[in-house]
């Protein structure tokens, strides 16, 4: 049994999620486990009608805000983009009477088409994954949030299913030791 003292919220947002093995085993391995609650936006909004007031009331109830999602050309899905836009705005987010956010965290779990090689001055990308991901980096600074390193999983077409499966694990594993722990898991990484 699951003693849960910190919660989790992962925004799932993968537009075609039924042709995504990675995303769908991330979604399973912690579908259901006492603290951590799967948001998956695109079921959720199918007409890109958010309800932001519903979405800020989750947030609240969360410590750990996981954003899940496919790398695409070098940023998030649509509807992640346009949740970031209406759900983080000022005077919750940022800015004046915006600190609903001040001291939560957020991490990212995404899947890349490239493999790691890809993502470097020598590959086909350039830059690496860490740069690349300096906007995700700047919105959990601009909301008073800690970034805590993400979870990225290269070459999502090559895997098997057992490396799959162990990066289904490593996740559950990530975000139940989260539960128990809260922060001190990223303790190592910082």
Not at 44 to 73: C, G, T
Not at 112 to 127: D, M, V
Not at 160 to 180: G, M
Request: charged share 25%.
């Amino acid at each position: 049994m699951n003693e849960s003292k910190h919660r989790v919220l992962i925004l799932l947002a993968h537009p075609s999620l039924y042709r995504s093995k990675i995303n769908k085993a991330l979604r399973d391995a912690v579908k259901g486990i006492t603290g951590i609650t799967m948001h998956e936006l695109y079921e959720s909004y199918p007409d890109f009608y958010i309800d932001v007031r519903h979405e800020q009331a989750l947030l609240l109830k969360h410590d750990l805000l996981v954003f899940q999602y496919p790398f695409y050309w070098y940023s998030v899905p649509p509807m992640l983009k346009l949740w970031q836009d209406v759900v983080l705005e000022q005077g919750f987010a940022y800015e004046e009477g915006g600190d609903a956010l001040t001291g939560k965290e957020l991490m990212l779990a995404v899947s890349t088409g490239g493999k790691a090689e890809a993502f470097s001055r020598g590959g086909n990308n350039y830059f690496t994954m860490d740069e690349l991901l300096y906007p995700m980096r700047a919105t959990a600074r601009r909301c008073s949030m800690i970034y805590r390193p993400p979870l990225v999983i290269h070459g999502s077409y090559q895997q098997t299913d057992i490396t799959i499966k162990l990066h289904a694990e490593r996740y559950r594993d990530l975000l139940v030791d989260y539960t128990r722990q809260g922060s001190k898991i990223f303790a190592a990484n910082d």
